[in-house]
């Protein structure tokens, strides 16, 4: 079988890698490009741990086929902290303790920014709304709702 060769840009660097036809995006993350913050939770799409975001949607890695990141944006969990700097949601899902296991996290704060992006100031219904397709068995989601609402009031403070 012949591998498929992609060029893509992965948060904000040109990337290029060999994948066979049926490979996930999520599997050329973490198995081919070492970007293991992405997890497999489910493989089907339900649980959110996978998340990424592609041109500007979020979508599930392990749905998405890696063939078609060719010449899209990708941005993972691995791009949201700005060297030692962490991002000010994860700085937040610290000080909320909005989280535990690790396993779903990657997943929520990748979604949680993508949503301050497009909406500064999300109601909390909002908020559980967009985050309703990423589960998590160890928080519950009140710490994680309190840490992006509060993540989103302190950005628009410094807007």
Not at 11 to 32: I, K, M, Q, S, W
Not at 118 to 132: C, G, K, M, Q, T
Request: contains cysteine; glycine residues 10%.
């Amino acid at each position: 079988m012949s591998r498929i060769h992609v060029t893509t840009t992965i948060n904000g660097d040109e990337t290029e890698y060999l994948c066979e036809a049926g490979e996930t995006l999520l599997d050329v993350l973490r198995d081919h490009l070492d970007m293991t913050g992405s997890k497999e939770g489910c493989g089907t799409g339900d649980c959110g741990a996978c998340s990424v975001v592609v041109d500007g949607r979020l979508v599930c890695s392990c749905l998405m086929l890696a063939a078609e990141a060719e010449g899209r944006a990708v941005d993972t969990i691995e791009g949201m902290a700005q060297g030692n700097q962490l991002h000010p949601l994860q700085q937040k899902f610290l000080e909320h303790a909005a989280l535990q296991c690790g396993i779903c996290t990657p997943g929520i704060l990748v979604a949680a920014k993508n949503l301050l992006e497009r909406n500064p100031n999300p109601s909390e219904e909002e908020v559980r709304y967009w985050l309703a397709g990423n589960l998590c068995r160890c928080t519950g989601y009140d710490k994680i709702i309190r840490a992006v609402m509060d993540t989103a009031a302190d950005l628009r403070g410094a807007a």
